[in-house]
Nanobody
Framework: QVQLVESGGGLVQAGGFLRLSCAASGSIFSISVMGWYRQPPGKQRELVATITSGDRTNYADSVKGRFTISRDNAKNTVYLQMNSLKPEDTAVYYC????????????????WGQGTQVTVSS
């Protein structure tokens, strides 16, 4: 089917930066939306940012002005540039994609990556 593989997480000091990447592979005809969610310790998963195939973006208020989402449609890859990181950004970050498989008549399917840990120390 489809696999989403994330990379780029790690430990960083407050004020620092990280860049997450997520590459989708498999029987992909098209990807309409790609995005990032995160799950802080002890909390529910929450939206971080999304981007459409036409590069329309949406951000959570908590990351506006600090995070930038982008994508490379040719590589089926989405990126999240995270600047001015804060301890409250600490979470497992999950990539997701809404995918049509094999042909344009396929239903839309939602896939998730395995998650990558981002830890921001104060």
């Amino acid at each position: 089917q489809v696999q989403l593989v994330e990379s780029g997480g790690g430990l960083v000091q407050a004020g620092g930066f990280l860049r997450l990447s997520c590459a989708a592979s498999g029987s992909i005809f098209s990807i309409s939306v790609m995005g990032w969610y995160r799950q802080p310790p002890g909390k529910q998963r929450e939206l971080v940012a999304t981007i459409t195939s036409g590069d329309r973006t949406n951000y959570a208020d908590s990351v506006k002005g600090r995070f930038t989402i982008s994508r490379d449609n040719a590589k089926n890859t989405v990126y999240l540039q995270m600047n001015s990181l804060k301890p409250e950004d600490t979470a497992v970050y999950y990539c997701y994609a809404i995918v049509k498989l094999d042909n344009r008549n396929s239903p839309n399917y939602q896939y998730w990556g395995q998650g990558t840990q981002v830890t921001v120390s104060s």
